[in-house]
């Protein structure tokens, strides 16, 4: 049902992992989403959300830097609703920014529990990462599952996620991360966490002093795909070390017109609020990224080869 | 000319090698290495002190409540406030670990560009101050503490964190949200 929306189809091969991109029809430049040409006051369409493809995938939806209590957080929470109508997912992951401001007990009711009232009510579970905004002991709120721990691991399926606290990457978060990650002999590796390890934003842009600390590791075992928050836009980032990376910092927070694109940006959608909802297939991760009024602003499908599925390519320049 | 630069430049380097080698023979220990200890020794007096204060608060586990994580927060930092009242700044850094902790936070300021100094004070607000037994203020972010920075410092119990806020190098009580010890002009002051 999607191909007739599909004008061009870039293959990427890199290291193991295959990234088909597929771009709306109207879209005119090649490897890039429609994101430059959405706006706020486009009419949305009557669906832009796309169906799972597999079976028995795992899917899930991903925020960040929600914790606003505003129009715009509400607005992106009923589409998500909507779209889970067409696409299942069974849980939810947050990428930081969870409450911001004051933590009173009403901020965490203003802030999440009611903008996101009808996925709660449909038991779907919410799963945090700390970000610079958050009080560390947000980990003992049960709504964000986050058992207490700063930094945690669950699987779903065959896909298992490492969750971490970016904003202290000390030695025994890294320890851990590193027993995890060569323990997990799962299909799928995901991580996600607050501060992106590549970005283009102005703002804020790459975060190379934990990116020293980090990629090593999860190239060493091969992580699949990582998810940022931090910047207040939607980015995807052209795959660096044969990992597929994602920036979300725009379900609630937007920074107008902030995504410096150059080297590092695959798509980039930053003139209104969005977020993503992904499938982990046997074989590949559907993607598909929405904005506030439901439009399709990114797709694609990242493909996961047989091992070994790394192979060491340069990395632009972090800036 | 070129070229003799070039032969400067190299000769340099290895001088500077073969010197830093000789040294690292010379001086094999840290010489913050004591200071490193005696710092430990009081973070763990600090930490036996808090458990004490703390003996009669039930453990904090996992609730929907978020009204339970504000008031266990609030009551572990009035308790660990009450135990500490003549704490003061300076107190647990100590004043050689102190010096130790200015001489790489200089050295971390150095090497940050100007795009990443300029981050590192978004969102604080100006005159921002910072004192021994303070409540945090949960209205400002917790600015991220560079993981290169934390792999220099001496590694703390999980009650306990290091900060940069501002100017201020903090050892802040994570889940009492409360600050402990506090270096003041670790950094330049504002104006940036």
Known sequence: MRMPHVLLAALLSIGGLTCVTATPADSVEPGLSQASRQTATSPPPSSGVMPPREDDSVRFAIIGDTGTGTRSQYEIAAQMTKARAVFPFEFVIMLGDNIYGSERPQDFVAKFEKPYQALLDAKVPFYASLGNHDDPTQRFYRLFNMNGERYYTYTKGNARFFVLDSNYMDQPQLKWLEEQLSRSTDRWKIAYFHHPLYSSGDRHGSEVDLRSQVEPLFIKYGVDVVFAGHEHFYERIKPQNGIYYFTQGGSAKLRKGNINRGALTAAGFDTDFSFTLAELGKDAMQFQTLSRLGKPIDSGTLALAEEPKRATESTPSAR | ?192
């Open chain 2, 1 to 192: 000319m070129r070229m003799l630069l070039v032969l400067a430049f190299t000769a340099s380097l290895t001088v500077t090698a073969m010197s830093a080698g000789t040294g690292a023979q010379e001086s094999p220990v840290n010489p913050f290495a004591q200071e490193m200890v005696d710092f430990r020794a009081r973070v763990n007096d600090y930490m036996k002190l808090r458990d004490k204060a703390t003996a009669n608060l039930p453990d904090l586990e996992e609730t929907k409540d978020p009204a339970k994580i504000s008031a266990r927060e609030k009551a572990l930092g009035q308790a660990i406030a009450a135990a500490r009242q003549t704490a003061k700044s300076g107190d647990v850094f100590g004043p050689e670990m102190s010096k130790y902790l200015r001489t790489i936070l200089a050295e971390d300021w150095k090497s940050r560009s100007a795009a990443d100094r300029k981050a590192l004070f978004e969102e604080i607000p100006p005159n921002l101050k910072l004192t021994v037994n303070q409540v945090y203020p949960t209205t400002i972010p917790l600015v991220t503490l560079p993981a290169k920075l934390l792999m220099k410092l001496p590694m703390l119990p999980e009650a306990l964190e290091y900060r940069l806020v501002d100017h201020y190098f903090l050892l802040r009580d994570r889940d009492a949200n409360l600050v402990i010890d506090v270096l003041p002009k670790v950094y330049p002051t504002r104006n940036r």
